[in-house]
T-cell receptor, first 109, second 118 residues
Framework: EIVLTQSPGTLSLSPGERATLSCRASQSVSSSYLAWYQQKPGQAPRLLIY???SRATGIPDRFSGSGSGTDFTLTISSLQSEDFAVYYCQQYNNWPPRTFGQGTKLEIK | QVQLQESGPGLVKPSGTLSLTCAVSGGSISTSDWWSWVRQPPGKGLEWVGEIYHGGNTNYNSSLKSRVTISVDKSKNQFSLRLTSVTAADTAVYYC???????????WGQGTLITVSS
């Protein structure tokens, strides 16, 4: 089973700043089968990024994903108020099981 | 656009059975996608429960495998989750979701809170 570790656990930033979230896998995620989701309180997760770097439909271009192998990054270039949420990475390379990271909470500083 | 809607009782007694259904609209369940259940205990992260393909193939989280059954009803365009011998640790928001050709989870239901309590 691939274990995903996200860091930091909480990230405190101000609107307009750049956010960098990390997701590290316990073994290589080949073909970049990694996704990122955003979850706001009381809502279901929403797909942001798939294939490590492809934006899902309707996702603003301030969101970008990068990485390969065991190290992946989600970058939000200029934070908007609606971006403060919890972010999860998830691998679908070696499944079952589909595994999620423990999440990074992005909060307003 | 595919939409998913969970339904089921919000309260289940300890040692009882949790049963949920996910109705799929806006598209057929008989595609090359897989249909998943994901849960989230209050204040915690996401846990994949299991999934089914329209042909009946299933995959389950090994930590729940002995208690979980996922089934599909193609005539009703829905799939279901059954979890037996529940305890307070099974209290969570349960989401159904579509895995695009077995890959990422691109559509999610709104989620339903299931509380295990006497």
């Amino acid at each position: 089973e691939i274990v995903l570790t996200q860091s930091p656990g909480t990230l405190s930033l101000s609107p307009g700043e750049r956010a960098t979230l990390s997701c590290r896998a316990s073994q290589s995620v080949s073909s970049s089968y990694l996704a990122w989701y955003q979850q706001k309180p009381g809502q279901a997760p929403r797909l942001l990024i798939y294939g490590a770097s492809s934006r899902a439909t309707g996702i603003p271009d301030r969101f970008s994903g990068s990485g390969s192998g065991t190290d992946f990054t989600l970058t939000i270039s200029s934070l908007q108020s609606e971006d403060f949420a919890v972010y999860y990475c998830q691998q679908y390379n070696n499944w079952p099981p589909r595994t999620f990271g423990q999440g990074t909470k992005l909060e307003i500083k | 656009q595919v939409q998913l809607q969970e339904s089921g009782p919000g309260l289940v007694k300890p040692s009882g059975t949790l049963s949920l259904t996910c109705a799929v609209s806006g598209g057929s369940i008989s595609t090359s996608d897989w249909w998943s259940w994901v849960r989230q205990p209050p204040g915690k992260g996401l846990e994949w429960v299991g999934e089914i393909y329209h042909g009946g193939n299933t995959n389950y989280n090994s930590s729940l495998k002995s208690r979980v059954t996922i089934s599909v009803d193609k005539s009703k365009n829905q799939f279901s989750l059954r979890l037996t011998s529940v305890t307070a640790a099974d209290t969570a928001v349960y989401y159904c979701a579509k895995a695009d050709r077995g890959r990422y989870l691109d559509y999610w239901g709104q989620g339903t809170l299931i509380t295990v309590s006497s």
